[in-house]
């Protein structure tokens, strides 16, 4: 399975660092007289070239709180794969009524020319939408998750630059600046920049924030739970939190169990056909 930048599995933030860049203006750099830090680009790489397993299944629960604390449960069902370089995913939601059966599901090319393809298939109406690239940056089900981070963001579509290091929950990180090279990036993904931290111990992103680029909101993720599972490191209880200034708009908690990794399973079933059959 590919490794993503920043991902539906990816999210919050914490601590006065995070603060000050929440208050501070963003700085508009551009990104066409920018280079890599050889540092930062050398720790995502490694990033991204780690093993996450040929395919994964898991039960999934995404709880959607608002700005009145009033809270949405939606249980999901997650298989995943790859298929040479490509990797797809398959989501069914199991409860509550109002969504069960809905479907979502992602052809994540490795070919940073060609757009991802994303279904949904809603079960009232007895249809499937295909997701434009124009939509991709809006809300995933209501959460704090976009149709764009649940797929692949390519390590050539950002400038690195190694911030400092730091600590989160009592682990040493890299934190890494990442600047879209391009509008298309930005358009594509919907953020202008983005601030990660990396674990050193095993190079997973477990905070990050990012600007989004249509609002004067942000988007912060924490790693609450990380675990691993058949040797592979996987977050199991992430938060990402949209703010504007110091006030939370909204909220979403999304945990996995049940996580199981390198199950036979067959290509056919990441089909538009078995997106409406559900499960």
């Known amino acids: 399975m590919r490794r993503s930048y920043t991902s539906l599995f990816l999210a919050p933030i914490i601590g006065a660092v995070l603060l000050l860049l929440g208050v501070l203006p963003v700085l508009r750099v551009s990104a066409a007289n920018m280079s890599d830090d050889p540092a930062a680009r050398r720790i995502m790489e490694k990033v991204d070239a780690r093993d996450d397993g040929q395919s994964m299944t898991a039960d999934m629960r995404m709880v959607l709180i608002d700005k009145n604390n009033e809270k949405r449960d939606r249980i999901m069902r997650l298989f995943s794969m790859d298929k040479g370089p490509d990797t797809y995913v398959l989501i069914f939601f199991t409860a509550p009524p109002s969504v069960k059966d809905t479907g979502f599901l992602t052809y994540d090319?490795?070919?940073?020319?060609?757009?991802?393809?994303?279904?949904?298939?809603?079960?009232?109406?007895?249809?499937?939408?295909?997701?434009?690239?124009?939509?991709?940056?809006?809300?995933?089900?209501?959460?704090?998750?976009?149709?764009?981070?649940?797929?692949?963001?390519?390590?050539?579509?950002?400038?690195?630059?190694?911030?400092?290091?730091?600590?989160?929950?009592?682990?040493?990180?890299?934190?890494?600046?990442?600047?879209p090279r391009n509008q298309r990036v930005i358009d594509t993904y919907g953020y202008t920049k983005s601030v990660v931290f990396v674990r050193q111990d095993n190079y997973v992103i477990v905070r990050a924030v990012s600007w989004l680029a249509k609002s004067n909101e942000l988007k912060y993720m924490d790693v609450k739970k990380l675990e691993k599972i058949d040797n592979i490191w996987i977050p199991t209880e992430v938060h990402m939190i949209t703010k504007r200034g110091k006030a939370t708009i909204h909220k979403t908690i999304l945990t996995r169990t049940n996580v199981k990794f390198n199950l036979p399973m067959d290509a056919d079933m990441f089909t538009v056909r078995r997106l409406e059959k559900g499960l």
């Open 109 to 179: 090319y490795d070919d940073p020319d060609k757009d991802d393809d994303q279904w949904l298939y809603l079960p009232a109406l007895k249809k499937t939408k295909r997701i434009a690239a124009s939509d991709k940056t809006d809300s995933f089900m209501g959460s704090d998750f976009s149709y764009a981070d649940m797929t692949k963001s390519e390590l050539d579509n950002y400038h690195y630059k190694l911030l400092k290091e730091g600590r989160v929950y009592g682990h040493k990180v890299w934190i890494i600046e990442a600047i």
